[in-house]
Structure formats: C-alpha cells, structure tokens
C-alpha cells in the first residue's frame, strides 16, 4: 500500500521540510524587502543594512536546496506515475 511504503513516507517528509523551508526562506526575503523600503524613506542605518543582509543570505541558504528538493520530490512522483509503481 502506499501510505506504507517507506520510499513514499521518506518522499513525504521531506517534501514537508521541502515546503518548510520554502515559508520560510520567502518570509526571510519579505522581511528583506520591508527593511529595504524601510531604510529607502525612512534611515538607512547600519542596523538596517545588517537586517537586509542578513535575512537575504539566510533566506537564500533555506530557500535554494528547499527549491531543488521539491522538484526532485515532484520528478520522482511523476517518474513513478509514469512507470505505473
């Protein structure tokens, strides 16, 4: 059955941590941006341009292998489908 196979439960969770990772590095850009039109009308200050920095490289780092791991979970399913498995 599929909700026991282990190669679909494995699929599942990291497709979960998949979309985790995509909230949360989305968030981290949106926090960039409000920062950044923060700083544009407001003051750009050095405490401003640590938070735009900061949220874009880790938002970065959470969202790339995020994006990569969802398409190849997508590929894999669609791959199966295909295959009939």
């Known amino acids: 059955s599929p909700s026991t196979d282990p190669v679909r439960e494995?699929?599942?969770r990291?497709?979960?941590l998949s979309s985790l990772g995509q909230r949360i590095g989305y968030l981290l850009y949106a926090v960039a941006i409000a920062a950044f039109?923060?700083?544009?009308f407001v003051d750009?200050?050095?405490t401003v341009v640590?938070?735009?920095v900061a949220t874009m490289a880790?938002?970065?780092a959470a969202l790339?292998?995020?994006i990569v791991l969802g398409y190849a979970?997508?590929?894999a399913e669609r791959e199966d489908l295909e295959h009939g498995r």
Not at 37 to 40: L, P, R
């Open 10 to 12: 494995r699929r599942a």
């Open 14 to 16: 990291i497709q979960r």
């Open 37 to 40: 039109f923060y700083g544009f």
């Open 44 to 46: 750009f200050n050095g």
């Open 50 to 52: 640590t938070i735009i």
């Open 58 to 60: 880790v938002g970065s």
């Open 64 to 66: 790339a292998p995020a």
């Open 73 to 75: 979970v997508k590929a």
